[in-house]
């Protein structure tokens, strides 16, 4: 294994490689997790949803319940708090070999999901693209959330308030990572369409990012 000297401190090459990170970036509803999701099953992919690992935590913890006060106001969780545990469970994946950073890209969606995160978690995902699944119409993403509260029992998606809160949230809050990766290779793509048609244009800008070729 390299070892490599900062200031003084031998690191391993291996604590300091940043993940190899594609983002799935856009509104609630807009369709990252559907993606994300059926990403994570090709071999070299790996998917984690930073929605699903508040989800996975004891309402009755303290960063369960701060999840829980937040989220049901349509709020962001603190970012310190997020990120770090973020890098908590994704360090677990990392050590239980679900995840093995040398060998697979990692899929984030629903993180960074400010600037403020973005800039936390710089020196820990290297991002290589940007999937924005892109839909101005509202409307369409307040129906798509309200099924999916009937469906998942999400207290988030519960009423139209908290909805256009978050909607809200993700404007205010969200969509100026998009100048802050302004230099990054970035996919524009219209969220109203199907998820499979949604997902050929995930795949070419994958294919196109590992270096194969789209199949005749
Ligand atoms: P959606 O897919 O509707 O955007 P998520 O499952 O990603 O929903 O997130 C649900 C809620 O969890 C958010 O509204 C927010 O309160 C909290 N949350 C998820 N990710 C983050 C994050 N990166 N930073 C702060 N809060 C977050």
């Known amino acids: 294994m390299q070892l490599i000297s900062v200031h003084g ?9 940043r993940y190899r990170t594609i983002l799935i970036f856009g509104a609630p509803g807009s369709g990252k997790g559907t993606q994300g999701k059926i990403l ?5 992919f790996y998917h984690c949803a930073c929605g ?3 989800r996975s935590l004891d309402p009755a913890s ?9 989220s049901s106001k349509g709020q962001l969780v603190p970012d310190e708090m997020t990120v770090r545990l973020w890098h908590e469970s994704i360090r677990k994946t990392e050590e239980s070999g679900k995840f093995k950073p040398g060998r697979d890209y990692l899929i984030l ?3 960074p999901r400010n600037v403020a995160q973005c800039e936390l978690m710089e020196e820990l995902i290297e991002v290589r693209r940007v999937f924005h699944l892109s839909c101005p119409d509202r409307d369409k993403l307040v129906e798509r959330l309200k099924k999916r ?8 998606d519960a009423n139209e308030e908290v909805i256009r809160s978050r909607l809200a949230t993700y404007d205010s809050e969200s969509k100026p990572m998009l100048h802050h990766y ?3 290779k970035r996919h524009d793509i219209d969220a109203s369409m199907t998820p499979l048609e949604v997902m050929y244009e995930i795949l070419k800008g994958l294919l196109e990012e590992t270096g ?5």
């Open 40 to 44: 994570g099953k090709i071999p070299g």
């Open 109 to 111: 969606d629903g993180i």
């Open 149 to 156: 509260a009937l469906r998942d029992n999400r207290l988030d």
């Open 212 to 216: 194969a070729s789209l199949p005749r």
């Open 62 to 70: 303290e960063l369960g319940g701060a999840f829980l006060e937040y």
């Open 52 to 54: 699903d690992v508040f």
């Open 182 to 184: 302004s230099t990054i």
């Open 9 to 17: 401190l031998t690191y391993r090459f291996k604590d300091m490689a």
